[in-house]
């Protein structure tokens, strides 16, 4: 019988609690203490506890066993621990980058604008069916002053 297997079967109390049965590679084992006066079961629970805690059944007439499920418990963990950082770092970078994006100008903003713009103009004539040929003037018009926008954009840059 293994040091742990003589210590969970003297964690025996009247009332339930978790108590620490052992420190094996960093992680506490924890196990609800079992009833006094009462057999004991053929398998059980224990907590691994680290920063988390993960549930691992075990079987007392088992002690290699026991030692591999425990091993296997926390090489998975530490294997999740390092594909999760590596997950969490990859996020990082995708969130630096697409915040780089973000903050970038539409390179067709500008001609986007013009056309949304003409699009405002236009929507409401041809919604109430105006003639075709106050639409075209309409039109011209928007033309015209985007025209002499732009000609007065470039006498201030001058």
Same mark, same amino acid.
């Given at each position: 019988m293994n040091p742990l297997h003589r210590l969970i079967r003297h964690n025996q109390a009247d009332s339930k609690e978790f108590r620490t049965?052992?420190?094996?590679?960093?992680?506490?084992?924890?196990?609800?203490?079992?009833?006094t006066n009462q057999p004991l079961p053929e398998t059980f629970s224990v907590k691994i506890v680290g920063e988390n805690q993960y549930s691992v059944s075990l079987d007392l007439y088992s002690p290699l066993g026991t030692i591999q499920r425990l091993?296997?418990?926390i090489d998975h963990i530490k294997e999740d621990q390092v594909k999760t950082q590596n997950l969490l770092d990859e996020l990082k970078?995708?969130?630096t980058t697409a915040k780089v994006e973000i903050e970038k100008n539409f390179p067709k903003e500008e001609d986007y604008q013009t056309k949304k713009?003409?699009?405002?103009?236009? *929507?409401?004539?041809?919604?109430? =069916?105006?003639?075709l040929d106050?639409?075209? %003037? *309409?039109?011209?018009?928007?033309? =015209?002053?985007?025209?002499?926008?732009?000609? %007065?954009l470039s006498f201030e840059l001058d």
């Open positions: 049965l052992a420190s094996y590679r960093g992680f506490d084992i924890k196990m609800l203490s079992l009833p091993q296997h418990t970078d995708k969130w713009a003409e699009y405002d103009v236009l *929507a409401p004539l041809i919604e109430t =069916e105006t003639d106050i639409i075209d %003037q *309409a039109l011209r018009q928007f033309h =015209e002053k985007g025209n002499e926008k732009q000609e %007065q």
